[in-house]
Nanobody, 121 residues
């Protein structure tokens, strides 16, 4: 079955960096756009970034532009989110999500279990 497994979360100090990974299985990874969504404590879901199936186009929410970078390795069936200059406001559970087609925005079809990022000194 379709499965998305995030890793790389943890505690980091403000200004620090982390890289999230999402290992995908059960579908042809290279033919679907992918998205990262986060949910901060006591907050709703917030779309963070998306990437097309081939990785040729990306998009970001304004609050992370210039700090986060989404990428993918289709040979390894893995999605990444490089997060730099982290701020306390980035504290959230981050979800890897499979889109419904080769590009975005589409339907968010399958969600991973999430990985917690805590930005605190």
């Amino acid at each position: 079955q379709v499965q998305l497994v995030e890793s790389g979360g943890g505690l980091v100090q403000p200004g620090g960096s982390l890289r999230l990974s999402c290992a995908a299985s059960g579908f042809t990874f290279s033919t679907y756009a992918m998205t990262w969504v986060r949910q901060g404590p006591g907050k709703g879901l917030e779309w963070v970034s998306s990437i097309t199936s081939g990785g040729d186009r990306t998009t970001y929410v304004d609050s992370v532009k210039g700090r986060f970078a989404i990428s993918r390795n289709n040979a390894k069936n893995t999605l990444y989110l490089q997060m730099n200059s982290l701020e306390p406001e980035d504290t959230a559970v981050y979800y890897c999500v499979k889109e419904s087609g080769i590009s975005y925005p589409g339907d968010l079809e399958v969600w991973g279990q999430g990985t917690l990022i805590t930005v605190s000194s």
